[in-house]
Nanobody, 128 residues
Framework: EVQLQASGGGLVQVGGSLRLSCAAP????????IAWFRQAPGKEREAVSC????????FYADSVKGRFTISSDTAKDTIYLQMSGLKPVDTAVYYC?????????????????????WGKGTQVTVSS
């Protein structure tokens, strides 16, 4: 089974930046939406951002708007999440996932239940 693989996590100070990468071979097509989720200890997994590789449209959770940017590189089969202005509340395990593209608004698809394929997470820790 094709797997997604997230990488790039680490320890960063408040206000710092990190770029996460998600290797997603076979998923950067018209048939999928690719997403970043995160899960902090004791909390539910939440959507961070989604992208439709077919037209590069994006969705962001309110908590990360203006600070995070999702992008895709079809030549490398990779999705990126550029994170800046990091805060301690951003501390979590970050996962990338892929779901079947359906004819609904992206914000509706950008939920854990809308994903069919998951990668292992990468830890992001923001220290104050």
């Amino acid at each position: 089974e094709v797997q997604l693989q997230a990488s790039g996590g680490g320890l960063v100070q408040v206000g710092g930046s990190l770029r996460l990468s998600c290797a997603a071979p076979g998923f950067l097509s018209d048939n999928y939406v690719i997403a970043w989720f995160r899960q902090a200890p004791g909390k539910e997994r939440e959507a961070v951002s989604c992208i439709k590789p077919s037209d590069a449209s994006t969705f962001y959770a309110d908590s990360v708007k203006g600070r995070f940017t999702i992008s895709s590189d079809t030549a490398k089969d990779t999705i990126y999440l550029q994170m800046s202005g990091l805060k301690p509340v951003d501390t979590a395990v970050y996962y990338c996932a892929a779901g079947t593209l359906l004819p609904v608004s992206l914000w509706i698809l950008c939920k854990p239940g809308g994903m069919d394929h998951w990668g292992k997470g990468t830890q992001v820790t923001v220290s104050s």
